[in-house]
């Protein structure tokens, strides 16, 4: 099946327009996707254990103080890199095809130009901006060092997603997959000769993920370059509507990546108050350990995306009900399994980035088994919203992200420490995903009625 999966390509929209709709026919597809985000999780954990191992925990710190920085970017990227290809196959599977060019171009040329002017608006002011984060005088150094790597190389970071998101939508999941292992595998073998052999610390890791980044844009480059696909930059008067159109529907996605940038300086503080650089260190363990879970709902949401929105364009009705009919079965089950592994395999992959005897690591142990709790219901949460984008429905979208990630999240972060100490900050994350998860089953349900009503989405 995975040989089979990285074969195919434009059978991906065929299986859509002659309704050969089958669960095994579609994980064909989705496993490409799933191992892309699976491997981008996988290098980002490596690259956390290196700064863990071979410098510091201080380091691990600073790197999630400034993590924020890093979501923002990735958010300008991923509001064009999803919304646009998201339209862009509506298009394609309304056969509108020159649209689908300029939906393209607007998409890479925009991301590229706000990317880089809010990159240097932040180099500007990049003392002022780590004060803010939370960089104390400890970490002060590292946090400025990572922070500059990061914005310098802005235009690898919105590239490497735009291109990610475009060569799936093109069909070709595969390749998108191959963007990831080869930025992936640079990455962490880079980690190993700056940070072990050249003993460069956190400058070293920033570097590595920076030619990491580099190598998958140049790839996505090469793709766009030497193979017969549907996207290409037409250089003609933009569509006001296009360009409002794209940043609506990616909207979600950067509203995710914003809202997780301030409820992590939230949870910097927060942990700082009540466990100084210790608690820091564990929320950075935390984090890094959750996209190893969440990557899988993620992978799954996004490797339907494209079918999604294909036989949107396509007015394929009754396919997208059988594309969801499955999603809905996948999230049903899985995400018991995933808090039981979470659970159970807590003490394990903690003391890969701590030791045993720590502060940190009994900070995190207990964080995780808490936090993960989160999972039980956040991967209704995320197909939902992946899947209101899919279909164009940005705004939508928005408001479940907003609330998973923002709203509810917040105000659980003020409440419950208080109360509760660490343990409140490790409930805050369950919590607002539990509760959103009731949001979504119900525009779930009110989606599919009037789709019955209707016959339209």
């Known amino acids: 099946m995975i040989i089979k999966a990285f074969k195919e390509k434009t059978n991906q929209y065929s299986l859509i327009s002659n309704q050969k709709i089958t669960f095994k026919k579609v994980l064909y597809f989705i496993i490409p996707t799933y191992l892309t985000s699976l491997f981008n999780t996988l290098y980002t954990i490596v690259d956390g254990l290196f700064v863990a191992n071979y410098v510091n925990t201080d380091a691990l710190a600073a790197i999630n103080i400034v993590y924020p920085i890093v979501n923002v970017l990735t958010g300008i990227a991923l509001i064009f890199a999803t919304g646009g290809s998201a339209i862009a196959v509506i298009s394609l599977g309304a056969k509108k095809y020159e649209r689908a060019k300029e939906q393209y171009t607007i998409s890479l040329l925009l991301s590229l130009i706000v990317g880089v002017l809010i990159s240097m608006m932040m180099l500007i002011f990049l003392p002022q901006v780590l004060l803010f984060l939370g960089a104390t005088e400890k970490i002060w150094e590292e946090c400025y060092i990572y922070a500059l790597i990061w914005l310098f190389g802005v235009p690898f970071v919105i590239g490497k997603e735009i291109f990610t998101y475009f060569i799936r939508a093109d069909g070709s999941p595969a390749y998108s997959f191959g963007l990831a292992v080869a930025g992936g595998v640079a990455n962490v073998i880079l980690d190993y000769f700056f940070i072990v052999h050249m003993n460069m610390g956190i400058l070293g890791a920033g570097l590595a993920t920076l030619l990491g980044l580099a190598l998958s844009s140049l790839l996505g480059i090469v793709y766009f370059l030497r193979h017969k696909h549907n996207f290409c930059v037409v250089w003609k008067k933009w569509n006001i509507r296009i360009v409002f159109h794209c940043i609506v529907n990616g909207l ?206």
């Open 252 to 457: 979600s996605e950067f509203v995710d990546q914003i809202a997780i940038a301030i409820t992590t300086i939230a949870f910097n503080k927060t942990a700082f108050s009540l466990a100084g650089e210790n608690g820091i260190a564990a929320v950075s363990i935390i984090m890094y350990l959750q996209f190893l879970f969440i990557g899988v709902y993620f992978g799954y949401s996004m490797g339907i995306s494209p079918l999604l929105s294909y036989a949107y364009g396509h007015q394929k009705n009754e396919v997208c009900n059988k594309l969801e009919r499955y999603s809905h079965s996948f999230f049903s089950l899985v995400p018991i399994a995933m808090y039981i592994l979470a659970y159970l395999v807590a003490p394990i992959i903690v003391s890969l980035f701590s030791s045993t005897d720590s502060e940190v690591y009994s900070l995190a142990l207990n964080g995780m088994r808490l936090y993960s709790l989160g999972y039980l219901f956040s991967g209704i949460n995320i197909f939902t919203a992946i899947r209101l984008t899919s279909y164009g429905k940005g705004h939508l979208s928005s408001i479940i992200t907003m609330l998973r990630s923002f709203v509810l999240l917040l105000l659980f972060l003020f409440m419950l420490p208080q109360y509760f100490g660490m343990n409140g900050l490790w409930l805050s994350m369950p919590l607002s995903e539990m509760i959103t998860f009731f949001i979504s089953i119900l525009i779930l349900f009110l989606q599919y009625k009037k789709r019955r009503v209707n016959n339209i989405d």
